[in-house]
């Protein structure tokens, strides 16, 4: 019954997502510790690959371009520096803001965009992003 | 005044323990891991701690060999499918889900957080052959699989 063997990740864990008739997708995560053995039984063609890379990252459908990315980048690096939070842009088109050298902001620029290892400054600098977005609506 | 009726208790209950007894009192229970904060190379936890040390670059093949080309590629990789991971966690968060867990416990409830290892999950609303208990800890190696809609 499962369509799609999906991905694997920390602790091993597979997650198998099946389309249902109404829409919907059912997800079944099987833990790490509880996986004996993975047997790939067909390869997928790209629009399913790219349907499940989209699968849990909902509400980023909105689409901005390059200059409206640009502009959002320099406003909020410029937030982060009027609140004395050492920020720098990193990556191959230095489209990445890198808060400290332990948290990255990637396009575009929201609380949800944040990725670091450190919970304590992952919150704060989400928040910070939070009361600028507020602040500017 | 009321603060003079806070402080005449107060006063009573330093007199009672004496400092000797203060410091033959025990903790209560042992603490099993403590964290520590974020050190000077930032990474937020310690390089010796056993979780550094089942995730951290020595876990990964190529880091095992010290292929810097490799561990790179391999990091992203990693990356990429941890942040999935966590937001497939996020999108779990206030939904019901089905726990299949050993000797055939097959429970559901709504799904809370998860700690930074994927050690626990936190769940509301969990529905027991014994009756629904409001809020409960499960286990991750007490369960063998989970599943929900989306």
Not at chain 1, 4 to 24: F, H, M, Q, R, V
Not at chain 1, 73 to 91: A, C, D, S
Not at chain 1, 122 to 129: A, F, K, S, T, Y
Request: glycine share 6%.
């Amino acid at each position: 019954f499962i369509q799609t063997l999906y991905e694997s990740l920390i602790l091993d864990s597979i997650l198998l997502a099946n389309p249902l008739e109404n829409g919907k997708v059912s997800v079944l995560v099987v833990l790490g510790h509880a996986v004996q053995d993975i047997e790939i039984v067909t390869e997928r063609d790209d629009e399913i690959k790219e349907k499940l890379a989209h699968l849990f990252m909902a509400g980023k459908s909105q689409t901005y371009n390059q200059e409206e990315l640009d502009r959002r980048k320099n406003r909020l690096k410029n937030w982060l520096e009027k609140n004395h939070i050492p920020v720098r842009e990193q990556g191959e088109s230095q489209t990445t803001l890198c808060v400290a050298g332990v948290l990255t902001i990637d396009p575009p620029y929201g609380p949800e965009d944040c990725n670091s290892s450190n919970e304590i400054i992952l919150c704060r600098v989400q928040g910070l992003i939070q009361s600028y977005l507020a602040l500017q609506q | 005044m009321p603060s003079e009726g806070f402080q005449i208790p107060k006063r009573q209950e330093v007199q009672v323990k004496s400092p000797k007894q203060r410091s033959t009192m025990k903790v209560p229970v042992a603490i099993l891991r403590l964290p520590r904060g974020p050190d000077g190379s930032s990474r937020g936890f310690d390089p010796h701690s056993p979780r550094f040390q089942a995730l951290g670059p020595s876990s990964l093949p190529s880091g095992a060999c010290k292929d810097t080309a490799n561990l790179e590629q391999e990091q992203q990789a990693r990356v990429a499918l941890r942040e999935r991971y966590l937001r497939s966690l996020l999108a779990m968060v206030g939904q019901p889900v089905n726990f299949i867990m050993y000797e055939k416990v097959n429970v559901t409830a709504l799904f809370g957080a998860s700690d930074i290892d994927i050690l626990n999950f936190q769940v509301s609303e969990l529905q027991t052959p014994l009756g629904i208990q409001r809020e409960a800890l499960l286990r991750c190696s007490d369960i063998i699989a989970y599943s929900f809609e989306l």
